[in-house]
């Protein structure tokens, strides 16, 4: 059993590059994703499937989209707030927190979900699997 390389540790420029990169790539797919229903967009890096997650803006009041990678678990899906490795929670993740429910866009199919943070028992559980759906995790 091999042991797990540690988490990339990145600098002010990194995290503040990344982010905005993240951000404008994620409009992009966002826009794309929609007018295409997800057939281009809907999947991410090594064939990962890819939804659409809409939250509530905390401060805002408005809606705010961001395409995710996700892993099926019977009716739950499950996304990870990792924005890439960064050291922060992406802004989505504070969304959900302040206001659960959420629409979950899936090739074109629109749901609302009620979104949670998984207890430390769901996430040992669950993270094997989506090591093994995204190796990059």
Do not use: C
């Amino acid at each position: 059993m091999g042991t797990a390389e540690p988490a990339p540790s990145y600098n002010a420029r990194q995290v503040k590059v990344g982010g905005a990169v993240i951000k404008v790539m994620s409009r992009v797919t966002t826009w794309v994703y929609r007018l295409t229903k997800g057939r281009v967009g809907g999947r991410f890096l090594k064939g990962t499937d890819v939804i659409l997650l809409t939250t509530t803006g905390r401060r805002s009041g408005d809606p705010r989209t961001v395409p995710l990678i996700f892993l099926e678990d019977g009716d739950d899906l499950i996304v990870v707030a990792s924005q890439g490795g960064m050291p922060t929670n992406p802004a989505w993740y504070y969304n959900v927190v302040e206001h659960p429910k959420v629409t979950v866009n899936r090739r074109g199919a629109e749901a609302a979900m009620a979104a949670r943070e998984v207890d430390p028992d769901e996430r040992a559980e669950r993270w094997p699997r989506l090591a093994e759906m995204y190796a990059d995790y």
